[in-house]
């Protein structure tokens, strides 16, 4: 079984920065550096959506329209983090974030390609 927990979230300022990091437990020794990992968000209301993707070794990664240029995913498998840094934040960016992994290759930008699940960081763009 593998843990995911979010942090970093909290309230920031339109145009502002955070940098969310999503750290992986229980039996990652081995498999974390082997998962596609994935960052999602669910505003009140709406449906949870795909922020973007990042492969085993970082080497490629997927990000939504809504956020490509403002928003980064990174990992440190050392680390058992995935990270994700956001900038020029927006109004709309407020929801809350969730870090999500899977095993095996592939960018995947759908919650059901997706076994493990974080409990969620909540993120607020105030204008």
């Known amino acids: 079984q593998v843990q995911l927990v979010e942090s970093g979230g909290g309230l920031v300022q339109a145009g502002g920065s955070l940098r969310l990091s999503c750290v992986a437990s229980?039996?990652?020794?081995?498999?974390?550096?082997?998962?596609?990992m994935g960052w999602f968000r669910q505003a009140p209301g709406k449906e949870r959506e795909s922020v973007g993707s990042i492969t085993w070794d970082g080497g490629s990664a997927y990000y939504a329209e809504s956020v490509k240029g403002r928003f980064t995913i990174a990992r440190d498998n050392a680390k058992n983090t995935v990270y994700l840094q956001m900038n020029s934040l927006r109004p709309e960016d407020t929801a809350v974030y969730y870090c999500?992994?899977?095993?095996?290759?592939?960018?995947?930008?759908?919650?059901?390609?997706?076994?493990?699940w974080g409990q969620g960081t909540q993120v607020t763009v105030d204008s």
């Open positions: 229980g039996r990652t020794v081995i498999t974390f550096s082997s998962y596609t």
């Open positions: 999500a992994g899977t095993p095996g290759a592939g960018l995947r930008s759908s919650p059901n390609g997706y076994n493990y």
